[in-house]
Antibody, heavy 127, light 109 residues
Framework: QLQLQESGPGLVKPSETLSLTCTVS??????????WGWIRQPPGKGLEWIGN???????YYNPSLKSRVTISVDTSKNQFSLKLSSVTAADTAMYYC???????????????????WGQGTLVTVSS | EIVLTQSPGTLSLSPGERATLSCRAS???????LAWYQQKPGQAPRLLIY???SRATGIPDRFSGSGSETDFTLTISRLEPEDSAVYYC??????????FGPGTKVDIK
């Protein structure tokens, strides 16, 4: 059974960089079928997509966060990571990692629905 | 960027009743690339429907999805107490970008 587990600091200071890692077990992050993604949810609010990464390192980011986000993959460790720079209190949220299926079009192979999710990790931005 | 609007914001129904949740897109969603998720308090979201109408593995057949282009619907045919949750729609397009709707809360009386 596939499992995803987020890890990283639960408290980050304003203006610093938030760093989280998602460890995948029960499956290979190097599969050509799947993308891997990050989603966040501020307390009491809805879901916000952050971005996706393919095992090759190819990425897609939310345009509203693109200037501050880096998502990378480490196939040797079966992990992928999120870095969000210059954080403010507005970045306080539950952060989820997830696996995305993919679909093929003439222009390429793209991520689709998230079928497996981690349990989430709460990150608070505060001094 | 495609914006998703969900209605109603909250739905309060009794067990056994039918729930109809709407998701409307600001522009056409290509090839019905739309998914629905269920989220219960303190839990991660769970995939219910993908491709607008395909049920995910293990999802009861009382959950069904329909629609195309800009109008999509999630129907729960016979509500059970455990269906109390927030339901989100999500679109994915050939640009590789995703958006989520704001959610519909379903309360079981």
């Amino acid at each position: 059974q596939l499992q995803l587990q987020e890890s990283g600091p639960g408290l980050v200071k304003p203006s610093e960089t938030l760093s989280l890692t998602c460890t995948v077990s029960g499956g290979s992050i190097s599969s050509t079928t799947y993308y891997w993604g990050w989603i966040r949810q501020p307390p009491g609010k809805g879901l916000e997509w952050i971005g996706n990464v393919y095992y090759t390192g190819s990425t897609y980011y939310n345009p509203s966060l693109k200037s501050r986000v880096t998502i990378s993959v480490d196939t040797s460790k079966n992990q992928f990571s999120l870095k969000l720079s210059s954080v403010t209190a507005a970045d306080t949220a539950m952060y989820y990692c997830a696996r995305a299926q993919g679909y093929l079009e003439r222009s390429g192979y793209f991520p689709s629905e998230f079928d497996y999710w981690g349990q989430g990790t709460l990150v608070t931005v505060s001094s | 960027e495609i914006v998703l609007t969900q209605s109603p914001g909250t739905l309060s129904l009794s067990p056994g009743e039918r729930a109809t949740l709407s998701c409307r897109a600001s522009q056409s969603v290509s090839s019905s690339y739309l998914a629905w998720y269920q989220q219960k308090p303190g839990q991660a979201p769970r995939l219910l429907i993908y491709g607008a109408s395909s049920r995910a593995t293990g999802i009861p057949d009382r959950f069904s999805g329909s629609g195309s282009e800009t109008d999509f619907t999630l129907t729960i045919s016979r509500l059970e107490p455990e269906d109390s949750a927030v339901y989100y729609c999500q679109q994915y397009g050939s640009s590789g970008g995703f958006t989520f709707g704001p959610g519909t809360k379903v309360d079981i009386k």
